[in-house]
């Protein structure tokens, strides 16, 4: 039996059976107690491996296989009840996009390839999104800006935008704000990006792991492994999004 094969027979041990006695008194018949009379000395032997009739797992591989199952499983619910998109039915591709990019910016890794944004092979580097929004807040007041994604999923709940409930729009706190009525304009580095706002280019943001730069000018190239990808949506007068791939190594 190889490696793997091994490996797969324990797992459906660790899974069949809630403790390491449950398995073995699973090896043991009732002719065993007949002649032994003694159940804790026919579970040594099964241990031992003088009874029963599988391949006999250690109780050490048995325990720890059983708690790399559990952790894992606790992992992944934990994971699911995070995702505050997860179990939403989406109709707005605005809100699908987020959904889709929201493990990714929890995480700052890419569990999956985008084909919207034609980055493929990026497994296991950081992801960072921007997003870029315009229409009108609740005053009926034009503001548009830039949000730096991953922050805000960390200092926000965002089940609010997942269920509809609100929309997302730009903040005074957020990397860019600009009120068209009022005409304040407001900028903020962000843990992942800093504003570059003074730039004969316009407004760039670096991102802080590799330092490179994204321009978010329509006209311009969005820089080195960072993608635009406009959103057709019919919550916000303007929608784009931004997803920068940090190939560096970490």
């Not at 009732?30 to 159940?39: A, I, K």
Request: glycine share 4%; with cysteine.
């Amino acid at each position: 039996m190889d490696q793997d094969e091994g490996m797969s027979a324990v797992d459906n041990i660790v899974t069949q059976f809630n403790t390491y006695e449950d398995f073995l008194d699973s090896q043991i018949t009732t002719v065993d107690l007949y002649y032994l009379e003694d159940e804790s000395l026919a579970r040594q032997l099964v241990e031992l491996g003088y009874r029963g009739t599988v391949e006999i797992v250690k109780r050490e591989d048995f325990e720890a296989r059983k708690a790399a199952i559990d952790i894992a499983r606790q992992a992944e619910r934990t994971q699911k009840k995070t995702l505050t998109s997860a179990g939403k039915e989406l109709h707005d591709n605005f809100l699908k996009a987020l959904a889709i990019r929201e493990e990714d910016n929890r995480n700052g890794k890419v569990s999956v390839n985008h084909e919207e944004t034609n980055i493929h092979h990026v497994l296991k580097k950081q992801v960072a999104t921007v997003i870029f929004i315009r229409d009108k807040n609740s005053h009926g007041q034009e503001v548009s800006g830039y949000i730096d994604y991953a922050h805000r999923l960390k200092t926000e709940d965002f089940e609010v935008y997942f269920a509809g409930k609100r929309r997302l729009l730009p903040r005074p706190t957020d990397m860019s704000f600009y009120n068209w009525d009022s005409h304040i304009a407001l900028c903020n580095s962000s843990p992942n990006y800093q504003v570059i706002a003074d730039h004969p280019e316009g407004l760039l943001f670096k991102y802080k792991r590799d330092r490179k730069i994204l321009n978010v000018d329509p006209k311009a190239n969005p820089g080195d492994n960072s993608t635009r990808i406009p959103i057709q949506t019919e919550l916000y007068t303007h929608a784009v999004l931004y997803d920068h791939v940090s190939r560096r190594k970490t």
